[in-house]
């Protein structure tokens, strides 16, 4: 049975996974009986189309090829358009809602809402936005578990490198004590760069220059993308209710210049370290700041915008992963493989149906 998408935000995310849909679509379906149909798309800027027969996303995204909106699609007589993100929630025969609008980690809307509103409607939701695990993870989680859906957020972490579905997978049984990790590319970039010789001005410059950094680069430079990732992980993995101000936070500015450039003469680096830890007591501490770490260090040979993550387990050891952490092909597989699990998820739901008939 086919799974109905809608899809909320059909930015480079969005398009990553539709790129993906269209290209790696049948393969999964052999794997695992995967069968996805996109049925609505709703985009702020776009346009927003619907058809409960589904979309044919090579059509879709040579339109918004052609003119930069979905206005132009050529559907068919049962086409509606005009939808907004909740009307597309609500009104239409989606059965999962991929949530891929802009990120608002200070309210964490709309996504909260979309969300909210999806599990109301008795529907799943994927996502990479990271507003809404930060925020509220426990409740949406509860929420989840309560109608019965499922909710993937894998690409809220590491993008498409699985830093959250590993612990939950493979590394079942372990107790995860501590877990360190290099979460944002940009300051990693930096640091990167700085060893090499280069000023903290310049080596923003060039991170900007190569897309690592954003305009307004404050979000990753004073900690905060990493800060939200943190908090992601204590609540998700270590099930440790962390909220964002309990992190102790250091931006990359902390860091001068010719520190770096000591540490890397004396066989250690600086590296921007997202880190949790379970105290004594049961409580962890988490911060996101730079450290010294020595060459002999997993974390140390990354170089780079890569991101790696490191899980220290109870009966595994030190377990290190290593991948990009933003992209569009990797975002848009973030999507890919929660749709995946969540259509997983459903067979089992209905062979549990099945056995009680």
């Not at 589904?54 to 995204?61: M, Q």
């Not at 132009?72 to 597309?88: E, H, I």
Request: glycine share 10%.
């Amino acid at each position: 049975m086919s799974l109905k998408l809608a899809l909320l935000g059909f930015g480079v995310v969005g398009q990553g996974l539709a790129e993906h849909l269209v290209s790696n679509g049948e393969k999964a379906n052999k794997a695992v009986g995967f069968d996805p149909v996109v049925v609505a798309i709703s985009d702020f800027k776009k346009g927003s189309i619907y058809d409960p027969d589904g979309l044919d996303l090579t059509k879709v995204l040579q339109c918004l090829k052609d003119h930069g909106t979905l206005d132009n699609y050529p559907g068919s007589d049962q086409l509606v358009r005009g939808l907004d993100a909740v009307s597309t929630i609500v009104e239409t025969n989606a059965d999962v809602i991929v949530e891929a609008t802009f990120t608002n980690v200070v309210t964490g809307e709309p996504a909260i809402t979309h969300c909210k509103t999806a599990f109301e409607a008795k529907k799943h939701v994927v996502m990479t936005n990271k507003g809404p695990i930060a925020l509220a993870y426990q409740e949406l989680k509860k929420q989840a578990e309560d109608e019965g859906v499922f909710l993937g957020y894998e690409g809220t972490v590491m993008s498409g490198t699985p830093a959250l579905r590993l612990p939950e997978t493979t590394l079942i049984g372990n107790t995860i004590t501590k877990i360190s990790g290099i979460l944002n590319g940009t300051t990693n970039y930096m640091l990167t760069r700085m060893e090499e010789g280069l000023t903290y001005k310049n080596a923003l410059k060039e991170a900007q220059e190569q897309g690592y950094a954003e305009a307004d680069p404050t979000s990753d430079l004073e900690g905060y993308d990493a800060t939200y990732k943190v908090v992601i992980l204590a609540n998700a993995v270590m099930g440790k209710p962390l909220l964002i101000e309990e992190v102790e936070r250091q931006g990359l500015h902390t860091l001068q210049e010719d520190v770096v450039r000591e540490a890397a003469a004396s066989n250690q680096c600086w590296k921007m370290l997202g880190t949790i830890e379970e105290l004594e007591d049961g409580t962890v501490a988490a911060s996101v700041k730079p450290v010294l770490i020595e060459r002999t260090h997993p974390l140390a040979a990354i170089t780079g915008a890569t991101n790696a993550i490191t899980y220290s387990c109870n009966m595994s050891g030190d377990i290190t992963l290593t991948g990009a952490g933003a992209g569009k092909s990797e975002t848009g597989y973030a999507l890919f493989i929660d749709l995946i699990y969540c259509h997983l998820f459903i067979e089992k739901q209905n062979q549990v149906v099945s056995t009680f008939r």
